[in-house]
């Protein structure tokens, strides 16, 4: 050591002795710095675009408009709020019936059984398909002149649906494209919580003659609080931002009648498809509050409880 | 309930209660009486979980029929199961829709994105475990948060006056912005759960912290490594917005080739199925064969709460 301090230190050691004293912001700093300007600079861009008028061509010159936008859109009771309605329908529905059938699943899965390994890769496989790809071939299922759900309804004698080209049957059918893609996420979730449970609980309770229903009720299910809200959270965060199924199925504007139209997809389509980049950015800063105020309600309350 | 391992505590309890005295050994009880009077739930649980596969495999089988029959034949229903298959769908998108085109693009855009978001987020993300910053975490995961729309008009914006849109830098660098996060997120649970003995054993030993880091706890972080890369892969290759609006005629990834699929008037099925097969088979073959990965993946961070 005492070499060391006497010599003096090469430029190479020198720089080597300075990275290691700053690596934590060497190491971190550049992901952050990706990430930060990705999205700071587009934010703030963002906000003041929805203070202006700009339309039309991204070169094009725009005024300043002050809060109009935000008047304009707080009293659109035709698109944007109906688009509010469906986008909360779409993800309450979605992921309410996720948590239901994801933890039937779980539960049969819990307990190792023989072929266990066949049933998770085949539940795997919804998970990694391509949304759009999905999306197409559910549209061929359910389409409502060659589609094979019309044509299993038949065989029971029930009469044809029009499925995603109905105005009003639309919605609950890509709610169960989305229950079908993404349920198997919660059952690998809800199953990894599942699986670090310890016994003894269940064992004891079983013992002092607690049915199946009670013991899921009063055991279980109070152990696996943690695991079920991390599932609510992850899923309810897709949930609403959810664009790939809906576009891909219904296009632009959500269907003519804009009956799918969720705020991710109205404010796509204001800024892509009709270039009123104005509006659409007032649009997105409402939306992205609404995310975080409810990020916000949910972990607040989390914490709320464990105190 | 089917699990005979920890039935013997149990049993023995109800045991203890009576009819055991000392010195007498320990009885094997048959089974306990709540066991004898479920033989109906193996038999429920072996119904409901077939059901279940049958209903998570069954349309993604149906889209692979489709995809091997004439455009005749799907319009048949007397051929709904019987019918000759042909591949002429899948010549027709290869070949005259020029998909090898895409399929490349859709690889390499997922390749680079998930190269550059390991470069950027491994070390990130060591740095915020190891010092546990997780403020600055916040900031990262904070990607994952925000809709995609809300940047996506300001990129636009930026790139499109900087005439880079259409280019294979931006959308990598969009796709990097989803596969960092996550890479991020996993890699901090990865790093949390690695034992920090055997880094400052290294650095007893003469290696400096980044030295340690490099040759020590890089090494042993190839699972986590695998399955962060892996998942990143996977959402690149699968999405869709930000290749929607950020690629060009040159750059189109699969899901806008598909899309742009349906964008004429009458839909040929039989080619939109088979274009729908080539994307989502090969991200199926690699989950076929990661399982382990992608699984943990998934569910990082489940258990902590």
Known sequence: MTVMVTTRPTARQACSAWANRHRKWLFAAPAMLFVGLLIIVPLAWTVYLSLTDAQGSVRAESEFVGLANYLKVFSDTERFWPSVWRTFTFTGGAVAAEMVLGMGIALLLWRPFKGEKWVRVAILMPLVATPVAVGMMWRLIFDPNIGFANQLLDWFGIPAQPWLSGQTSALPTLIFIDVWQWTPMIVLILLAGLTSLSDEPDEAARIDGASSWQRFRFVTLPLLRSTVIVAIVLRGIDALKTFDILYATKGKGGGSFHEVETLNVYAFGLSFDYNDYGIASTVLILFFLLIIAIMWMVTYRRKGDRS | ?305
Request: proline share 7%.
């Open chain 2, 1 to 305: 309930m089917t699990d005979t391992a920890t039935t013997p505590p149990a049993a023995d309890r109800t045991m203890a209660k009576g009819t055991r005295r000392p010195g007498q050994p320990l009885q094997r009880p048959t089974l306990p009486r709540r066991r004898r009077k479920q033989p109906a739930y193996p038999v429920f649980r072996v119904v409901v979980l077939t059901l279940t596969v049958l209903l998570f495999i069954a349309p993604l089988v149906w889209m692979v029929v489709a995809s091997l029959k004439t455009n005749v034949d799907i319009y048949d229903p007397d051929k709904t199961f019987f019918f000759t298959p042909t591949l002429d769908n899948y010549a027709n998108v290869l070949g005259r829709n020029n998909y090898f085109v895409f399929i490349f693009n859709s690889f390499w855009v997922a390749l680079c994105s998930t190269v550059f978001s390991l470069i950027l987020g491994v070390p990130a993300a060591y740095a915020m475990s190891r010092f546990t910053m997780h403020r600055s975490a916040m900031v990262v995961l904070m990607a994952r948060i925000i809709p995609g729309v809300s940047l996506l008009v300001p990129w636009y914006f930026i790139f499109a006056n900087l005439r880079l849109v259409g280019g294979f830098g931006v959308l990598i660098l969009s796709h990097m912005f989803v596969a960092l996060p996550l890479i991020v997120y996993l890699m901090m649970s990865f790093f949390d759960s690695l034992p920090t003995e055997l880094e400052d054993a290294a650095q007893v030993d003469g290696l400096t912290p980044i030295g340690a880091f490099l040759r020590i706890t890089l090494p042993l972080s190839v699972p986590g490594l695998a399955t962060a890369g892996i998942l990143s892969f996977i959402f690149s290759w699968n999405n869709f917005m930000f290749a929607l609006v950020l690629s060009g005629a040159n750059t189109k990834t699969l899901p806008v080739a598909i899309f742009n699929f349906v964008s004429y008037a009458s839909i040929d099925w039989g080619s939109l199925m088979s274009a729908a097969v080539i994307v989502t088979v090969p991200i199926m073959v690699i989950a076929l064969f990661t399982q382990k990965y992608v699984v943990s993946g998934l569910t990082a961070g489940a258990t902590k709460g």
